[in-house]
């Protein structure tokens, strides 16, 4: 504490004794700078999208990659669902909907279920295999119908 007071004393007398006047900014020719600031606020996003409030969707994670067929294709993989107001669907009730990968090597991949459990959705093999999905990726399934378009929904290419 002593040392606080000191050190301020020393302060108060160098400002004193230096003749250090406080002005302000008009008086020193400061005037004409320009006044800084805050940047208002920029708007972001999906324009002119409009998510309809009555679309029933089913988000959740991947915990689980399903067995590959004998090629060696994945078509299945295990699901809890995450955020609000999601629960795990009854069976089948997600058949037609629209899958979309949304993180991990998949991401912006689209499928349509084929059907589903609570834990466990399968999808159309016309879409192509779910190969390079992986545990922890996120989806959302929406009650839209797709078309497929088979060639954008190729499996990624690993190293040869």
Do not use: C
């Not at 089948?92 to 949304?102: F, K, P, V």
């Amino acid at each position: 504490m002593q040392i606080t007071l000191a050190a301020v004393a020393v302060l108060a007398t160098t400002i004193a004794t230096t003749d250090i006047a406080f002005t302000d900014a008009e008086s020193v020719g400061l005037r004409n700078l320009p006044q800084a600031r805050a940047p208002a606020p920029i708007p972001v996003g999906h324009d002119n999208v409009e998510v309809d409030p009555a679309l029933r969707r089913y988000t959740g994670m991947v915990i689980a990659v399903g067995t590959p067929d004998d090629e060696g294709r994945i078509y299945s993989f295990q699901a809890k669902p995450i955020g609000p107001r999601s629960s795990p669907p009854a069976s089948n009730e997600l058949r037609g909907w629209r899958l979309t990968i949304l993180a991990g090597k998949r991401f912006a991949s689209v499928f349509e279920v084929k059907g589903n459990t609570e834990s466990e959705i399968t999808v159309v093999s016309r879409d192509g295999p779910l190969n390079g999905l992986a545990v922890s990726d996120v989806f959302i399934i929406e009650e839209i119908a797709i078309t497929s378009q088979p060639a954008q929904q190729s499996a990624p290419q690993t190293g040869t």
